[in-house]
């Protein structure tokens, strides 16, 4: 599999949009096609190959299920990781003429993918770094009361810093890296202790994102009983992914009904209370 300099260029402009919030917002840019479990759809079909890249999205996902990004504090680059990671991911599995559902295509990509990410975070302070150049401009126009030129500064400058640091590099990386990514097959071949590494590190990296993710919500020993509930179907029962959503769903929604009937009782009880309360005043003072 190659990646030519057309194909590098869409995955190029699909980082701009999730990453610049100016075009398709933070809800559908970074929350959506920005996550790789999306951006691998995105990158099967412009590559061709809407299986191996879903394959690739969904196990660079679940390294990074839990990534938060507080105060502007990036452990890793969502946007390199949808958009570099898994199209050089892709260029790999398929060079190594691998499964694409195999457990050692999926490590290989959790590997490339989790390298890249962390390089995607030069990408991501560069552009806030000169973004700060147009926010030092909308300020001298505001003290001035040039307000009609904030347009600029808010909607066109920005697209600046993305073309250099998001456009740019995903253009380059993609293209010259699948390139370079095709030659490792020969420099490093799989029974290698190169390849053997990659494959076992690749198959712990889940166990971080995991863990993250436990970090955030679980407060009590309880609260992995329903975290568990979805690993027991699917190991009990057979299910697939889909099917234990599925099952989960209609758990939340039994859930929300309850809790939303305990809150009705709640407000009626209340209600009845203070006007009982009101009448035997009412009887008091007559």
Not at 91 to 111: E, H, P, R, W, Y
Not at 121 to 133: E, F, I, K, P, S
């Amino acid at each position: 599999m190659t990646i030519s300099i057309f194909q590098a260029a869409i995955l190029g402009l699909f980082a701009c949009l999730c990453s610049n919030s100016n075009m398709a917002g933070q809800a559908v840019g970074n929350y959506t096609i920005g996550r790789p479990l999306v951006g691998g759809l995105v990158c099967g079909i412009v590559l061709g190959n809407i299986p191996l890249g879903i394959a690739c999205g969904a196990a660079m996902q679940l390294v990074y299920i839990a990534l938060v990004t507080p105060g502007g504090t990036v452990s890793a680059d969502v946007r390199a990781i949808s958009y570099i990671g898994i199209p050089l991911a892709m260029v790999a599995v398929a060079s190594q003429g691998l499964d694409a559902n195999g457990s050692t295509a999926s490590d290989l990509a959790k590997s490339i993918g989790t390298l890249v990410g962390t390089v995607g975070t030069v990408m991501y302070y560069a552009v806030a770094t000169l973004n700060l150049v147009w926010q030092s401009i909308g300020w001298k126009d505001v003290k001035s009361g040039k307000l009609d030129k904030l347009y600029a500064v808010n909607f066109g400058f920005p697209w600046i810093s993305h073309a250099l640091f998001s456009f740019l590099p995903t253009l380059l990386f993609t293209y010259f890296g699948s390139t370079a990514v095709t030659a490792l097959r020969d420099a490093l071949p799989m029974d290698g202790v190169p390849m053997k590494t990659l494959f076992t590190v690749g198959g712990m990296l889940p166990c971080v994102g995991i863990a993250i993710l436990l970090r955030q919500i679980v407060n009590k020993a309880t609260d992995f009983i329903p975290f568990l509930v979805g690993f027991t179907l699917c190991a009990s029962l057979g299910l697939n992914l889909v099917s234990v959503t599925v099952v989960s769903m209609l758990f939340a929604v039994i859930m929300y009904e309850i809790e939303m009937s305990k809150g009705s009782r709640v407000l009626v009880s209340s209600g009845g209370s203070s006007g009982d309360f009101d009448d035997d005043e009412e009887e008091e003072d007559i």
